[in-house]
């Protein structure tokens, strides 16, 4: 996909489109070239990287989730959805890090 952003001038003013991972397409106008450009600037260095969580990867804080697999022996297994590396415990006993790579765990209610 075509990740680079185009400002087009609209009746003197200047329009910057920018396309969200859903699909659509967010437009915003600038009374000046200059903040297009620089807004434009901005948003191409964040698209580099995944469309998520860009505060939290400045702050190298990792995010995952315990997914689980299944049961064994009575005992769940889950994956990292961070790392991918799984670990076997009680559900109610879930980390709120994972101790492989060090993410930070969503816990869900319940
Ligand atoms: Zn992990």
Redo the contacts with the bound molecule.
């Keep these: 996909m075509d990740n680079k952003l185009k400002i087009r001038e609209v009746c003197g003013d200047y329009a910057l489109d920018i396309p969200f991972a859903d699909g659509s397409v967010n437009t915003i106008y600038f009374n000046s070239k200059r903040n297009a450009e620089n807004v434009k600037r901005i948003i191409e260095i964040d698209g580099s990287k995944p469309n998520h969580a860009t505060v939290c990867e400045m702050e190298e804080i ?1 995010h ?1 989730k315990w997914e689980f697999e299944k049961d064994i022996c009575g005992c769940a297994w889950f994956t ?6 799984y670990i076997i415990m009680a559900k109610h006993r879930l980390y709120p890090y ?6 930070k765990m969503e816990v869900e209610n319940g």
Excluded: D, L, S
């Excluded at 994972?98 to 993410?103: F, V």
């Design positions: 990792r995952g990292c959805t961070n790392c991918h590396k994972c101790p492989y790579c060090g993410a």
